[in-house]
Every structure is written in structure tokens, then in C-alpha cells.
């Protein structure tokens, strides 16, 4: 068994933490291989026919709100699936640049919600799980420029700005229960701080 699957069948195996669903936080900074991983993880967590749903967190965000998403998050997505009910979020065009049509997020065993961010402290209370992408941030920022291309530099120059401010602020990776690192072929998933910590060590 690779770690993927490891993976899948331990969060499997963990309590509720969110109404009737586990709630999996996937977060790291952007370019750091979040969505390919949280895809590639909801793939190993389907078992039966029974899906792992994605959210991704830009459908939450938009230009004007990098970072100002939280009040969304917890109306339109956690608070229905903590009732046991189906979520329904308005997700974000980001080349129309307009929020779009109510999407419906179905209630499962497993919940993935990925994205800058998806660790922080105001949501850790939901998570069953947080899952740290362990990528240098220089490195990640790297990627993302080559993937979305010149045209999106000025984007970038101010993300980049905004993504050091959220971590500064708020920061996830103390908080991760597992670091994710991305091989040459799959995945090393790796105890992370919080699972390391001494139980009487506060984290900060």
C-alpha cells in the first residue's frame, strides 16, 4: 500500500468532525500541488462507488476578496453540512469576475477542502484532518507563474503579497496533522507538527 491509499483509509477511519462528514483540510501555498493532490486523494477515497467531493477554495475567493472568504465558507458550506444537509455555494468566475449560480456540495464521509488557507484557525474547530503541501513557497510561486503564463504576472506579484501577509497572520503548517510531499512518482505523507508535538507543547 503507497501512502495515497494509507492516506485514504486513515481519514477513512477517523470520527465525524463536521455533522455527519470528515472534513479534510489540503493547504500549502499556491503552485504547491494542492488540487492535483486533493483530486488524486479523492480518487483513492472512493470506495463503493461512494465519492470524496472537492472543494476548491477560489470558487470562495475572488480579486477583490483573496483572502475574505471565511463568513461564506462557514454559511453556505460547513454550517448545512454540520445539519447533515446539502451545502450550496455561489462559486467564483474568475474571468467574468462575478460570483456564478448556487452549486450543490453533497454531504459524504469525506469532505476535501483545498486551497490557501483551508488551515486556518477559524475553521480548524471543523477539520478532521489538516494536510500541509510541504513545498517551498519561492518554489510553488515558481510553478504557478510557469502554469498560468506571463499574463498573469501583475496577479501573481500581488498574490504572492497577500498569500505572505494570510501566513504571517494566520499560519496552517503548525497546525498540520500530516506534510505532504510530492515524489517524482506519488506521494511521502509525513507525521506533521501537530501530530509531533508533546501534548503539553503549545503550538505557535
Not at 88 to 96: E, G, L, M, V
Not at 182 to 202: C, D, F, H, M, R
Request: proline share 8%.
Amino acid at each position: 500500500m503507497d501512502d495515497l491509499d494509507r492516506c485514504a483509509r486513515d481519514l477513512r477511519a477517523l470520527p465525524p468532525s463536521c455533522g455527519p462528514v470528515r472534513l479534510v483540510a489540503v493547504d500549502g501555498h499556491a503552485g504547491s500541488g494542492k488540487s492535483t493532490f486533493a483530486a488524486r486523494l479523492a480518487t483513492a477515497l472512493a470506495v463503493a462507488g461512494e465519492s470524496a467531493p472537492v472543494l476548491h477554495l477560489d470558487d470562495l475567493a475572488s480579486h477583490e476578496e483573496y483572502f475574505a472568504w471565511t463568513d461564506r465558507l462557514l454559511t453556505q458550506v460547513i454550517g448545512p453540512l454540520a445539519h447533515g444537509g446539502t451545502a450550496r455555494y455561489t462559486p467564483y468566475d474568475w474571468k467574468a469576475r462575478r460570483f456564478a449560480g448556487p452549486r450543490a456540495l453533497e454531504p459524504a464521509p469525506v469532505v476535501l477542502v483545498e486551497g490557501v488557507g483551508a488551515g486556518r484557525a477559524v475553521l480548524r474547530p471543523h477539520l478532521a484532518r489538516l494536510l500541509w503541501m510541504e513545498r517551498d513557497p519561492g518554489d510553488s510561486w515558481l510553478r504557478g507563474r510557469r502554469r498560468d503564463g506571463i499574463g498573469l504576472s501583475a496577479f501573481w506579484d500581488s498574490w504572492t503579497a497577500a498569500e505572505t501577509r494570510h501566513f504571517l497572520a494566520d499560519p496552517s503548517r503548525p497546525f498540520a496533522d500530516a506534510l505532504v510531499k510530492e515524489l517524482p512518482e506519488g506521494y511521502l505523507v509525513l507525521p506533521g507538527p501537530s501530530a509531533t508535538a508533546p501534548k503539553n507543547q503549545i503550538i505557535t
